[in-house]
């Protein structure tokens, strides 16, 4: 049974139809690629499974279970953590912090219990603090716990970035292209915490424009040209898929 099951989601933006009966079936435990040329729907396609988009049609499924990815706030309670393309961190804050702000999707004090600093508001934020510098050690920049977030490299403010996704106890990450503007060094930390990720028991959804990582990582792939699937399976089944060569390479490619 699939995990997350997407079945003919259209969404349009006026004259421009950014999604046409798009179908998305991803198991649970593996690490699903979505590719295609700039422009095919991939980041529409994210925005409407996260919530920030509201499909114009189609249905979804999460575990088996008809899911309505109506909110931000909802998609993330269902199950759903994301990054984005460009990154979206806290600049003024500090890492930490960063990544406390996602565990208190999770919390179960309510506004009064932070006002009066209730037992139980502060036992839950030591709780909190705690688990936060443990996804910091996870993702291997705990030494940067203290420093504001717009301090930290490149590379390390991506990490940030998955840290603060996971604080909110997904089942499922969905990477919108988090090697974008890495160097081959940063690549490498980062396949490795891809696959770590998976190992731990989570399902990954990456959009990524780097093929050649795209093939290393992911068990499935679906293709997407104008806003329409042309081709899902395998890495290497993709690769050899003719619809597949012609969105990347132009009509006549040899070779």
Same mark, same amino acid.
């Given at each position: 049974?699939?995990?997350?099951? %997407?079945?003919?989601?259209?969404?349009?933006?006026?004259? /421009?139809?950014?999604?046409?009966?798009?179908?998305?079936?991803?198991?649970?435990?593996?690490?699903?690629?979505?590719? @295609?040329? &700039?422009?095919?729907?991939?980041?529409?396609?994210?925005?409407?499974?996260?919530? /920030?988009?509201? #499909?114009?049609?189609? !249905?979804?499924?999460? #575990?088996?279970?008809?899911?309505?990815?109506?909110?931000?706030?909802?998609?993330?309670? #269902? @199950?759903?953590?994301?990054?984005?393309? &460009?990154?979206?961190?806290?600049?003024?804050?500090?890492?930490?912090? &960063?990544?406390?702000?996602?565990?208190? $999707?999770?919390?179960?004090?309510?506004?009064?219990?932070?006002?009066?600093?209730?037992?139980?508001?502060?036992?839950?934020?030591?709780?909190?603090?705690?688990?936060?510098?443990?996804?910091? #050690?996870?993702?291997? $920049?705990?030494?940067?716990?203290?420093?504001?977030?717009?301090?930290?490299?490149?590379?390390?403010?991506?990490?940030?970035?998955?840290?603060?996704? /996971?604080?909110?106890?997904?089942? =499922? /990450?969905?990477? *919108?292209?988090?090697?974008?503007?890495? &160097?081959?060094?940063?690549?490498?930390?980062?396949?490795?915490?891809?696959?770590?990720?998976?190992? *731990?028991?989570?399902?990954? =959804?990456?959009?990524?424009?780097?093929?050649?990582? %795209?093939?290393? +990582?992911?068990?499935? $792939?679906?293709?997407?040209?104008?806003?329409?699937?042309?081709?899902?399976?395998?890495?290497?089944?993709?690769? !050899?898929?003719?619809?597949?060569?012609?969105?990347? +390479? @132009?009509?006549?490619? !040899?070779?």
């Amino acid at each position: 049974m699939s995990f997350l099951r %997407v079945e003919a989601v259209s969404k349009r933006f006026g004259g /421009l139809q950014a999604l046409s009966e798009v179908n998305l079936s991803i198991e649970a435990g593996q690490i699903y690629g979505l590719i @295609g040329p &700039n422009g095919a729907g991939k980041t529409t396609l994210f925005n409407v499974i996260t919530g /920030l988009y509201t #499909a114009d049609g189609g !249905r979804f499924e999460l #575990a088996g279970r008809s899911y309505k990815p109506t909110s931000v706030h909802q998609v993330a309670l #269902a @199950g759903i953590a994301r990054t984005f393309q &460009n990154i979206r961190l806290f600049a003024e804050m500090s890492a930490l912090d &960063n990544v406390r702000v996602g565990c208190h $999707i999770r919390s179960k004090v309510g506004a009064w219990g932070a006002v009066l600093r209730s037992r139980s508001f502060r036992e839950e934020e030591a709780s909190i603090i705690a688990r936060a510098r443990s996804l910091l #050690a996870y993702v291997g $920049i705990e030494r940067y716990a203290d420093q504001r977030a717009r301090t930290l490299s490149y590379g390390d403010q991506r990490r940030l970035e998955i840290a603060r996704a /996971l604080a909110t106890e997904p089942r =499922l /990450l969905a990477l *919108d292209e988090p090697a974008a503007g890495m &160097n081959a060094s940063e690549k490498r930390v980062l396949r490795e915490l891809i696959e770590r990720i998976r190992h *731990d028991g989570r399902t990954v =959804l990456l959009i990524e424009h780097d093929v050649k990582l %795209v093939a290393h +990582l992911c068990d499935r $792939i679906t293709v997407l040209d104008y806003g329409r699937c042309i081709a899902e399976g395998s890495p290497e089944e993709v690769q !050899r898929d003719p619809a597949v060569i012609e969105a990347y +390479l @132009g009509t006549g490619h !040899r070779g």
